[in-house]
């Protein structure tokens, strides 16, 4: 199975620690497995556990070894590890593929790969080597992706505090002071973007990943805009969350890539970004359209570019903005579209239509 791992899921009794936890009384945590704990979370790979255990001795004992928040969504109870592993990746809305298993017993990793096929299942003997493996390795490790975990912590503090709330979700939205901040993308940026290209599969708009050679070619090609987007609200930032690549020419902007982070779904950035490139596309006088191709897993994405007034229709635009990939749709932005309203704050530049600017 190809792919990076999202999410490593931990057993704990002779797995993660040495010994039964209620049997033993006191299990000891092997320095080369905090090791590997400490690692993989730097390279932005998230870990949970999944433990057939008396959750507040368990927890106790992980908070007490000082691991404890490493962990997010944690499983420990009674119930079925499969139920356990299917509930951590549907919350955190990983596909199956991209969920890794750790288990000494060879009965709780059938019982996994018998219900989830596609979770990657480990005996507990290869802990210390998964560093080493390729699918826990990615390519660059970016700033952004080791503070991923504390991203979605605080994700789980958000979401924690809209259940709490009593009123509609756009009026919570408008509690969090949400500030989306647009920038032109510099070198120091290209990494994040192409890991964005690459690991975003529900809101990207073709499905293209972009190596950080082209990208870097981009930034610096007065005829394409490399925009990186960022968000922050009152729980934190976001980091990085959202690319747009667009190709300028005279009379028309090609949007060639929008890819956003799942992260930021329910806050509608997708939409927030179209609305303000549409806005900046009228004020520079120019036809806006945008490349979209079908995936399995990027229906929202469609919905967005449909809300923010995208059809297809004809246009004499081919010639100029160059063929159709195989499977991707040229929508074009329909004159009629009406202003959206937003639940926050766009920090961005003004985009002119000087194809000739240098950066």
């Known amino acids: 199975m190809s792919g990076l791992v999202k999410c490593l899921v931990w057993d704990l009794d002779q797995t993660l620690w040495r010994g039964v936890l209620l049997e033993d009384g006191e299990v000891e945590l092997p320095e080369e497995i905090r090791a590997v704990i400490v690692e993989l979370d730097a390279r932005g790979i998230l870990q949970s556990v999944a433990s057939r255990n008396d959750h507040d001795k368990a927890w106790a004992r992980l908070a007490e070894l000082g691991i404890a928040d490493f962990f997010v969504l ?25 969920i890794a298993f750790i288990d000494d017993q060879p009965a709780e990793r059938a019982e996994v790969t018998h219900h989830l096929p596609d979770v ?31 991203r979605y912590q605080a994700g789980f503090r958000r979401e924690a505090a809209r259940i709490a709330f009593t009123g509609p979700d756009e009026e919570f939205l408008r509690t969090l002071d949400i500030v989306l901040r647009l920038s032109r993308a510099t070198h120091a940026d290209i990494a994040r973007l192409e890991e964005l290209t690459l690991r975003t599969s529900q809101m990207n708009a073709t499905g293209v990943h972009y190596s950080e050679e082209a990208l870097r070619e981009l930034v ?11 968000m922050t609200d009152r729980f934190g930032a976001h980091g990085p969350v959202g690319v747009l690549l667009v190709g300028k020419h005279p009379s028309v902007w090609h949007l060639k890539l929008l890819a ?39 229906r929202m994405m469609e919905v967005a570019y449909r809300f923010a007034g995208f059809a297809e229709q004809p246009c004499d635009c081919r010639t100029t903005v160059g063929h159709d990939a195989g499977g ?21 530049p003004t985009l002119s239509n000087d194809a000739g600017r240098t950066k």
């Open 220 to 230: 610096t090609d007065p005829g394409h805009e490399v925009l990186v987007a960022t």
């Open 328 to 348: 991707t749709q040229r929508l074009h932005l329909t004159p009629t579209r009406q202003p959206q309203p937003t639940t926050m704050r766009v920090d961005a």
């Open 74 to 98: 944690p499983r420990i109870g009674w119930g079925r590890k499969s139920d356990a592993v299917r509930e951590i990746a549907d919350a955190l809305g990983f596909a199956y593929r991209t």
């Open 120 to 150: 990657r299942s480990y005996p507990a003997e290869r802990a210390t080597g998964l560093p080493a493996l390729p699918e826990f390795t990615p390519p660059v490790v970016t700033a952004d992706a080791a503070a991923r975990r504390r």
């Open 260 to 298: 956003t982070s799942c992260r930021v779904v329910p806050f509608g950035a997708g939409a927030v970004l179209l609305s303000w490139l549409t806005d900046q596309a009228a004020l520079a006088g120019v036809h806006l359209l945008a490349d979209f191709r079908k995936t399995d897993r990027n």
